[in-house]
């Protein structure tokens, strides 16, 4: 079976231009279909993003890219060489193809060597700076894939230029602020930056390949003295921004691809040395060491946070004007705030779930609460030092630990709501309450019987009749899950005759009850004489009764 056919998935586009306003909108329920799957959901995100310039075939080796993790990392994952490329949609000429930016329906599971799952999305985004686009639109494209990516493959044509750095400007920028901003350890802003060239015209000066491509990198980042000061500037914070920079020389992949019309994309078209080195390149690109983990401020994310990201960036965007740096800097804070604010949400639920979730037993109300402050104050901590971007920026810090407050609290509601359900005597007040109420009917219609007022025993009989079927009705409720709305109905009848009926009786005469059997139990009686010394009264018949505990002396 070809890899082709072992394909799932689609492209979503989640950046749509809105034709009749010209501006571009996200697309939040196609983003939510695959982020919040409940496979990837609640894992580690990495984000491989393609960005550059138009028709310079970065959709195309997206594909290539796709085919590599459909094959599950397998050796032959090329296939076989007369298969047309599918995936990402692409096309030969000069007219653009992509629009905005496209994800991979089906994200792929990629097990890291610790035996962690991470998430990979692949995103395919539309080239920058063509002729069909304003400046905005390309600098909302390239932002969203620079800022939302963990690995961020910068695809280029024959040589890294001067203003392909440049381009970059508004992010080192920001990523220097930010830095400044965030009073922690140091981190970067940005994770992995892949230079990939493609069409490299001088193998013979610097050779194809990883090696080649560091080689010249080094050359072109080296700052020098005659440089401009804006050139110099670019080239230093490119180091601070991201963790990882590296480069790779590709040659060109033939006429064919260029010149055939109807070239598919197979691999039969493509000069051998090209497609050797996609056998270097991608396996290379894909590898779980380097499939770094989407982070913000330090703090790695998820796939439901990454939706919130989205939200947010597009919040910056929203106004005609491009941003500027400080502007990246405050979404930062946001979303720093607000992967801190999940981080401190898992670390109250690992408590709480450790507590009372599952198969846990029932908890004492006060001993909860006591545990849910502990497990608050935990979550506010953890809170404040993922936080890294927000901490000077305390209209934010506040605002997002609000949220977090109302958050925890909605989930204390929901496990004192699961605890309580463990509670087995609360579990039980509705058939005891039930039972008893027809006990009682049943006892009221033999002594209206025995006195032969048999109008009353038939309305005892009738009482006791309709609370049989109650009960019956609440144990098939309980039994089979049907009729739901029927057995909350007898839930609270029941909790209205305990609260109402049983309880006060109970505690008028049972409690009272209690309370003088103990007393009359534990007495002594002593005769009168014995414990009044010389009193004149000296008949036998008094008793004295002195009960422990209590200085209250009865002459009986």
Not at 48 to 67: E, H, I, N, T, Y
Not at 322 to 328: G, K
Not at 360 to 372: C, V
């Amino acid at each position: 079976m070809q890899v082709e056919e072992l394909m799932d998935g689609h492209p979503v586009p989640v950046l749509i231009l809105n034709e009749e306003t010209d501006t571009f909108e996200l697309d939040e329920e196609a983003l939510e279909e695959v982020l919040l799957n409940p496979r990837i959901a609640d894992k580690y995100v990495c984000v491989l993003a393609v960005a550059g310039a138009f028709r310079k075939g970065k959709s195309f080796l997206l594909d290539f890219l796709l085919r590599y993790m459909t094959a599950q990392q397998a050796d032959n994952w090329l296939g076989d060489y007369e298969i047309p490329l599918k995936g990402f949609k692409w096309r030969q000429g000069a007219r653009r193809e992509t629009t905005g930016v496209l994800i991979w329906s089906e994200p792929f599971i990629v097990k890291k060597w610790t035996g962690e799952e991470i998430a990979v999305i692949l995103m395919d985004t539309q080239g920058t700076f063509d002729i069909q686009s304003s400046m905005k639109d390309s600098t909302i494209v390239f932002a969203l894939t620079t800022m939302v990516s963990s690995v961020l493959v910068y695809n280029l044509m024959n040589n890294i230029q001067e203003d392909d750095l440049m381009n970059l400007q508004l992010f080192t920028s920001y990523g220097m602020l930010a830095q400044e901003e965030c009073d922690a350890d140091a981190t970067h802003p940005f994770q992995r930056l892949h230079f990939l060239v493609r069409d490299w015209g001088f193998p013979y000066e610097v050779p194809y390949g990883y090696l080649g491509g560091q080689q010249l990198l080094d050359e072109i980042l080296m700052v020098k003295e005659k440089q401009h000061p804006a050139h110099q500037e670019v080239r230093r914070d490119l180091r601070k921004c991201f963790r990882d920079i590296n480069c790779y020389l590709m040659p060109h992949p033939g006429f064919k691809v260029i010149q055939k019309a109807d070239f598919d994309g197979r691999l039969a078209d493509i000069e051998e040395e090209f497609v050797n080195h996609l056998k270097v390149l991608v396996p290379r690109l894909l590898a779980p060491e380097n499939l770094v983990k989407k982070e913000i401020g330090g703090q790695p994310i998820k796939a439901r946070d990454l939706l919130k990201f989205f939200t947010l960036f597009m919040e910056v965007f929203k106004d005609n004007d491009l941003p500027e740096p400080t502007t990246l800097v405050e979404f930062a804070a946001r979303a720093s705030s607000q992967a801190a604010l999940e981080a401190g949400k898992e670390v109250y639920v690992e408590v709480m779930e450790a507590l009372v979730g599952g198969d846990r037993p029932f908890l004492k109300t006060a001993q909860m609460e006591a545990e849910h402050n502990k497990a608050k104050d935990r979550a506010f901590k953890t809170y404040l030092e993922k936080n890294k971007y927000g901490r000077k920026n305390q209209s934010v810090v506040e605002r997002y630990q609000g949220a977090l407050t109302e958050e925890i609290e909605k989930m204390f509601l929901k496990y004192s709501q699961q605890n309580e359900a463990k509670n087995v005597f609360k579990a039980a007040r509705t058939p005891a309450t039930l039972f008893c109420i027809l006990m009682f009917f049943y006892l009221m219609s033999g002594v209206f019987g025995l006195l032969g007022m048999y109008s009353f025993a038939s309305m005892c009989n009738l009482g006791m009749g309709v609370f049989l079927l109650m009960l019956t009705a609440w144990a098939y409720v309980r039994y089979s899950g049907e009729y739901r709305d029927a057995g909350m109905y007898i839930d609270e009848v029941a909790s209205f005759l305990w609260e109402n009926v049983i309880r006060p009786v109970y505690h008028t005469y049972m409690e009272k009850y209690l309370k003088v059997q103990p007393n009359k139990r534990h007495s002594k009686q002593y005769p009168v004489h014995l414990l009044m010394g010389r009193s004149r009264h000296r008949d036998p018949t008094l008793v004295f009764t002195a009960v422990p505990g209590n200085k209250t002396c009865y002459y009986m």
